[in-house]
Each structure stands twice: as C-alpha cells, then as structure tokens.
C-alpha cells in the first residue's frame, strides 16, 4: 500500500483556551471537552496520515488526575504510532499553560484508533508507518501490544492470539491460554 510515511507527516498540534462555557461549577475544563478536543486532533492526525476520511473506533482510558483550570491554554500534540491494515493509533499528549503565571504542566496522554473508511464507511487499508527516532521506535513497538489489549477487552481478538501480550507480562493463564 504506496510509500511508507513519517511519524512528522501526522504531527497536529492544537491549541485552546479554555472559556466559562467549557468548565464545570469548580471552575475547571469538563472531561467531556477534552475528549472532544483529543477526538478532533488525533482524527486530523490519522487523516494526514492516511489522506482517508477516518472514524474513531476506540480511546483508551484516560484519567483526569490533573484539573485544567479557566483562562488556560490547553497544547494538544498527536501523531500516529503506528499503522495496521485500516487502522492507526495515534499518542496525544496535553499540556495546560497558565500564561501569565509562566507554568506549563503536562497534564494528560491518551491513545486512541481510527480507522479509515471508503465513502461507504468501510475500512480501508492505510500506508505503513516508519519510526525515526527511539521515541518513535518505541511508540511504535508497544502499539502492537496496546492494539491486542483493546483487542481482546472488546471481545475482538481471542486471548490465546494475543501473543505479545503474553510474552510480555507471561499472562497465559489470566488470558485463558493453554499451556504449551
Ligand atoms: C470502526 C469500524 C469502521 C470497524 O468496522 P468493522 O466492520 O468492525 O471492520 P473490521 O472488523 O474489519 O475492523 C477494521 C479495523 O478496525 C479495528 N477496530 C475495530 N474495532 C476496534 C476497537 N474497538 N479498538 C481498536 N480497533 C478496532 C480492527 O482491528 C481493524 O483494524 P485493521 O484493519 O488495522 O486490522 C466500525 O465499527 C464503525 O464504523 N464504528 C463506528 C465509528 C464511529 O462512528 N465512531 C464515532 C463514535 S461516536
């Protein structure tokens, strides 16, 4: 499927101010919005990458252990990690900037999959995605055993397939695997 891309080709980043009608009665960004702005700059990402129209297929959980407060500037960066057959992970991370304070604190990274569909919305096949650096290479190694994580817990992959994670964290018996 054409010529391998480079993780720059998908990089987005994003930024926002976070405004009364996006926070909560404490005054703090709602979750909902930040989901909403990590599904709008990890699909721009996963279009660059595959010139497709893409669908989110999943997001990985994320916890909001640091609150974004109003009158921030919120940084999304995303890029795709990897890609498959019509799908690509893409790694979003956030920053929160208090401008005036001159403090800018990562607050959030998140994983999510889109995939890229024809006009009739099925799937599509992508080109291949080629690491660079060792973030990239890294980044790109443990996709492999994220996609089998959400694989299996959406009941879409048996977990005796899911052989990287078994090698990785030895979960034969928690997976349901047969000993060999
Ligand atoms: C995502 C979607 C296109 C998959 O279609 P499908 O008919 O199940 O297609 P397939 O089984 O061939 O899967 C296609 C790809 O999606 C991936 N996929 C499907 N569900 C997934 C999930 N929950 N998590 C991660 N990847 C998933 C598959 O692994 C496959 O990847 P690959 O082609 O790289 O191997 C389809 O489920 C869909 O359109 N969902 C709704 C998307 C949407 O509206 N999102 C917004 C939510 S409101």
Do not use: C
């Not at 900037?97 to 994983?111: G, S």
């Not at 080109?127 to 009941?155: M, N, Y």
């Not at 899911?162 to 018996?173: C, H, R, T």
């Amino acid at each position: 499927m054409g010529k391998a891309k480079r993780v720059q080709e998908s990089e987005v980043i994003m930024t926002e101010m976070v405004l009364p009608n996006d926070t909560n009665t404490l005054n703090n960004l709602m979750g909902g919005k930040l989901m909403h702005w990590l599904d709008v700059v990890g699909a721009i990402a996963a279009q660059k990458h595959s010139n497709r129209i893409v669908v989110t297929a999943s997001a990985d959980s994320i916890s909001f252990q640091h609150p974004i407060a109003l009158g921030n500037v919120v940084t999304l960066k995303a890029q795709v990690t990897r890609s498959f057959n019509s799908s690509m992970e893409v790694y979003i991370e956030v920053w929160a900037e208090d401008i005036p304070a001159n403090k800018k604190t990562k607050t959030h990274r998140a994983f999510f999959t889109f995939v890229a569909v024809d006009q009739n919305g099925r799937p599509i096949e992508v080109p291949k995605l080629e690491p660079g650096t060792d973030e990239e290479k890294e980044l790109f190694d443990g996709a492999l055993r994220r996609r089998q994580l959400r694989l299996v817990l959406s009941k879409r992959m048996d977990p005796k397939d899911a052989v990287e994670l078994k090698s990785i964290f030895g979960l034969e018996e928690a997976l349901g695997a047969k000993k060999e």
